[in-house]
């Protein structure tokens, strides 16, 4: 055995951290489509915990044993992820439809703009559009979307029976680790699970409400105006707002494009822009502050390398989860002396782990909650 002060241990530790990490990343993708599903439900049990609690300070459901509260709240899951695939499939079917329409008003406009600006021969749209759609498959883009809608749907079915059994098995967990991890690892383990439990299931609770707030500011804005697949769009808006800096720019920017098509009318897609974008800077600027009263303390860069990073390895669903996953395990990196320094690196407040603020982590303390929010300054 190698002594501690060695320093081939020091370089032999880090070989072999750096092969765990290679070999965590590969199975990510190769098990995407088995790792996903799970994932997402266990994000989503924060959710749902979140919502039996708020459910428990009710006058009227406090009464209720826990058993009722939870199949209330996974009923109420079910129904609305059952309405989200309906409304994507419905969706689909009526895009295809007012195709057309939306060619005319875009040949329209573009004529309009040309005579503004003095272009008198300006490109063919007519003949631009038919040469591309039949230099584009479309049988075969249709076939992909609709196996696309397909496998979201069996997605969200698997998502659910997950987070049901793990509903179920919640309260079981922390008697499982005290069992398999006997003495003081089970008192660190369940302290490092009680701190994600905590700061994530804040994070996502509120960004959830936050979103849900968003999509309904933006549903009726769109749907005031006119704005075709309204519902769909707004859903859209809300699962993209998780999305850090990138997220809002999406969000408004579909809903504007489809806008410019259906109206033909700049001066109607210059309002639809303002409208969003002013829901957008409301939200993200004076409520989600005021509610959350806390933020990500990740340095912005660290937070745009894990954006790249898990969106690489899980495409959108990943760019969504990256900030809780992210936080996840620097939470964990946070509780252990050896990787605490990573923990530091990537935090964009490092008040909390100095030498006067940082307890022993062996101690009472819990400064490794920090890494995923801070009060706000």
Do not use: C
């Amino acid at each position: 055995m190698l002594d501690k002060s060695d320093p081939v241990r020091g370089l032999f530790a880090v070989v072999l951290s750096l092969l765990l990490v290679t070999l965590a990343g590969r199975l990510m993708i190769v098990g995407k489509s088995f790792l996903l599903p799970i994932v997402i439900a266990l994000i989503s049990v924060y959710v749902l915990t979140a919502a039996s609690d708020a459910l428990r300070r009710l006058p009227v459901t406090r009464r209720l044993p826990n058993w009722a509260l939870r199949i209330f709240v996974l009923a109420g899951f079910l129904i609305v992820t059952i309405w989200f695939g309906s409304v994507m499939v419905s969706t689909a079917g009526e895009v295809s439809v007012r195709l057309p329409g939306y060619q005319e008003n875009i040949e329209r406009l573009y004529a309009e703009l040309t005579a503004l600006i003095g272009i008198e021969a300006g490109p063919d749209l007519r003949q631009f559009f038919e040469g591309l759609r039949e230099a584009i498959p479309i049988r075969q883009i249709a076939g992909t979307l609709l196996g696309s809608i397909s496998s979201a749907a069996g997605l969200l079915f698997m998502i659910v029976v997950y987070a049901t059994f793990l509903m179920s098995e919640r309260n079981g967990f922390a008697h499982k680790i005290t069992v398999a991890l006997p003495g003081r690892r089970a008192e660190r383990a369940g302290r490092i699970i009680a701190n994600i439990n905590n700061a994530i299931s804040e994070y996502i609770a509120v960004k959830t409400l936050v979103n849900v707030i968003l999509g309904a500011l933006s549903f009726v804005a769109m749907w005031a105006i006119g704005i075709d697949f309204a519902l769909f769009w707004a859903i859209l808006i809300a699962l993209l707002n998780y999305i850090p800096y990138v997220g809002s720019m999406l969000g408004v920017f579909f809903p504007v494009v489809l806008s410019m098509a259906q109206f033909g009318s700049v001066e109607k897609t210059l309002v639809i822009l303002a409208l969003l974008a002013f829901a957008q800077m409301w939200v993200g600027n004076v409520l989600e502050p005021r509610m959350v009263g806390r933020r990500v303390n990740m340095s912005p860069f660290v937070v745009l390398v894990a954006l790249a990073l898990w969106s690489s390895v899980w495409g959108l669903a990943g760019a969504v989860l990256a900030i809780p996953l992210t936080s996840i395990i620097a939470i964990i990196m946070a509780s252990f002396e050896s990787t605490r320094p990573f923990a530091v690196l990537i935090a964009e407040d490092v008040t909390p782990f100095e030498p006067q603020d940082q307890p022993n982590i062996y101690g009472s303390g819990k400064p490794e909650t920090v890494i995923l929010q801070k009060e706000n300054q």
